[in-house]
């Protein structure tokens, strides 16, 4: 997200409670992952559940026509941030022996994705690094968990819509709500409910899931 949208959400987690830190970075860099670790380390002195959620859209388009540098700015963002984000907060769960992280795939990272050969690959490769994670440090009591959203109502979905066809949005909508059987985009609400429930200690026996939160669309 920009830096206008991440104001923006600080300040909604505000109306909740005043116990909330923002740092800024890109997910991507190395020296950005350690920075945002070691200040909630420095905050809070633990981490106790993160929630790994880096993710663009890149292009949609066919493998044919796909750009090669939006595909690497993907691969970048998608499979090297959840990379990163692992492999900073795991060193600092290891040395608490527990923690749960739960990372963003995608529905499409279960299934083909037509037009979305980047973000499909991506999503495809934070299955692996989480079924690996999770076989990694299971026995340190930690948990990696993967959600597969299916179509959310979110920023991304807008602007997939966009690239799909600029002067009619409501058709990539159609076309993504054929694939899902009770015909309806999802809420992101009812993707943060999950994710709570993941990080929680209700979810204690849960390791190496991974799960989709759509509506029955890998079903058919």
């Not at 690497?72 to 749960?100: A, H, P, W």
């Not at 991506?122 to 026995?139: D, I, P, Q």
Request: charged content about 25%; some cysteine; overall charge negative.
């Amino acid at each position: 997200m920009t830096e206008g949208e991440a104001r923006k959400t600080l300040e909604s987690v505000k109306e909740v409670t005043s116990d909330v830190q923002f740092v800024e970075g890109n997910v991507a860099k190395s020296e950005d992952a350690q920075k945002y670790v070691k200040e909630a380390v420095e905050k809070y002195g633990r981490i106790d559940v993160f929630y790994n959620n880096a993710g663009i859209e890149g292009a949609v388009t066919p493998i044919g026509d796909y750009d090669e540098e939006i595909f690497d700015r993907v691969i970048s963002v998608n499979t090297k941030g959840v990379f990163l984000g692992l492999k900073y907060v795991i060193q600092v769960m290891q040395k608490q022996k527990s923690g749960s992280i739960i990372n963003t795939a995608s529905v499409a990272g279960i299934l083909g994705q037509g037009n979305l050969s980047a973000y499909t690959a991506s999503k495809h490769s934070v299955v692996g690094l989480t079924r690996s994670a999770a076989a990694e440090n299971a026995k340190l009591n930690i948990r990696v968990n993967a959600i597969c959203p299916g179509p959310i109502d979110t920023d991304m979905m807008k602007n997939a819509a966009k690239k799909y066809n600029p002067d009619n949005l409501q058709e990539y909508y159609n076309l993504v709500m054929e694939k899902v059987p009770a015909n309806r985009i999802g809420k992101p609400e009812e993707v943060a409910t999950l994710v709570r429930f993941l990080g929680s200690d209700e979810a204690g026996y849960i390791n190496g899931a991974i799960i989709p939160i759509d509506r029955g669309m890998t079903t058919s």
